[in-house]
Each structure stands twice: as C-alpha cells, then as structure tokens.
C-alpha cells in the first residue's frame, strides 16, 4: 500500500495547531524543539479535539464521531462511533499503543502514525507496511512532558530530526483522553482477532461503538472507566471474506466474556492485581459484543452481550 499515514494524519495535526485555541490545546515547543500539543495536562481539551486526536491515531484512515446512546442513557447519554475502511492499517499500524517509552521515572506506550516509521513491533512484520515522511506525530498518555531522552529516542529510531517530532499529550481524566481511549473499541477487536492467529487479510471493514464514560476523579478511576466502556459495553462489526467455516469459532471466541477475570470492574480488576496492569488476562481486553459478517454468503455471526449492571457500578461509583 502506497497510503503514507503520516502525511494524512498531518492535515488533522494542522487542524489542531492552527484551532488550538478554539479547541482548548495548548502548543508549546518541548525538549530538543520538538512540538508538544497538550490535550489536557495544564488545558481543558474538548470533545472536538478527542475526536480528531482520535482519528490521528487511527493514521487519518478512520472517521470518529460521538452520536446519542440509549442504551446507557441512566449513566450517560453519548457514545463513540468509528469506522475505517483500512481497519487493519489503521487500528494495528497506527492507532495500537505498542510502542514501549520509557526514561528514568517516564513510561508510556506510544500509539499513532510514528510507529509506522520506527518498526520497532512485531506486528509490522504482519502487516508489511512500512511509511516515511519528514515529520511524524506520537501520541502520548501521560499527565507531562516527554523528557529529552524520549524525544531523542524517537528522532534516532525514525531519523527524523527532533524539530519534525509532534506530541500529543492525552492524558486519561482529561475529556480528549476519555475520548480517544474509548475510540480504541475497534482495534481491540482486530487486535484480538489477531492474538487468536486470524488472517488479518481477510478483514475487509470495520465498525465500532462504545459508551462514553464521565470522567474519572484519577488516573486509575479514569483507566477503569474507559476499559470498562470497551469490555462490557463495546459493539462491533467486522465485515470479513473468505470461507465462512471459521466464522462461528471466531464470533465465539472474541468477546471478552471469554476472559477469566470477566465480570468485574476493571479497576477493581486492577487492584486485585496489585495494578500491575500486565497480570491482567489479556483476553479481557476485547469488546462486550461482536458482529461478524461474512463477505461469501451475506450471513453473520454474533456473540457476547452488553453488560449494563457493570457499566453502571462503573460508571456511577
């Protein structure tokens, strides 16, 4: 594919700059004269601006947008919808937070078109798709800056000087970081479509939704929130080709329902845990509900449910 992520996710990045204070950002320039879009740290952020970081993770190659819910409307009356026509560039080789960061007390796992550029994760080596471009955006989780070694870190493994570096701060209490958290729902569905050794190939749409939650007091009442918008109230549909005889074993098998430690609140999942966040069964991270529609015979295949009364101890506790 001949698609550089980079440069169509640059015209949205432009749109954030140039809008910056419409949207609530704030632009600063960072270590090494990087670029730094803070998205909610020592800003408000805003809807708008969640939904088009969130549509920059996803390489410029998705739509998000918020719509009326009702199936949640005693918690909350809104939803994110997203939708790609490259839901597996767009989920796995852009907007997936597989990109490990860290430097003395700094950890985050980057997500967003510059992964593409560093081809530091396995999964490239899947999806065969490598981009280049002169600038490059990261997209960070985090409540402060990238320090230098972070921002020296990218340069190096993209070789891209540090001036065409941009980053994205998100932090999750914030409303952009609720926001483009919960506009993960598909690619957590297509990542485990892969964890479950699927042809990727074969997928050939996407569509996702999920409840967006209040904002969380903290971090881990934030990060609970939003993981439990996707795994016990996530909705989605792939459109997928080829013989259907593995169909049924895949509807079966992707929602998170399937986990061991199902059934609970993520962040009491998360405590439980010690919040050692990789103790948790990786299964979990799958959305409520899946559609999957085969391409050959027109059919679908459905499973897994809703979990209103956990969205609604989340949500309301």
Known sequence: MKISINQISFNLVKNLIENSEKLNLKVKKGALNCTIIDAGI????S?????????????????????????????????ISVHSAHPVLACLGSQYAGWSLSSNNFFSLGSGPVRSIAQKEEIFNVLKYTDNY?????????????????VQKVSEDCKIKSENLIFILTPTTSISGNIQVVARVLEVAIHKVHELGFSLDRIESGFGTAPLPPLGKNFVS????????????GNVQLVINGPEDDLVDLAKDLPSSNSKDYGKTFKKIFEEYNQDFYKIDG????PARVIINSKESGKIYKSGDINKEIIKSSFES
């Open 283 to 286: 299964s979990l991270f799958s």
């Open 42 to 45: 020592n800003t408000q952020g």
């Open 222 to 233: 934030a990060m609970g929130r939003t993981n439990d918008s996707i795994i016990y109230g």
């Open 134 to 150: 002169e600038k490059t955006v990261t997209i960070l989780e985090v409540d402060k800056d990238p320090p230098k070694e972070i």
């Open 47 to 79: 809807i708008e601006a969640g939904l088009l970081i969130s549509e920059v993770c996803l390489g410029g190659l998705g739509k998000v947008s918020i719509t009326p819910s009702n199936f949640f409307n005693d918690s909350t009356i809104m939803q």
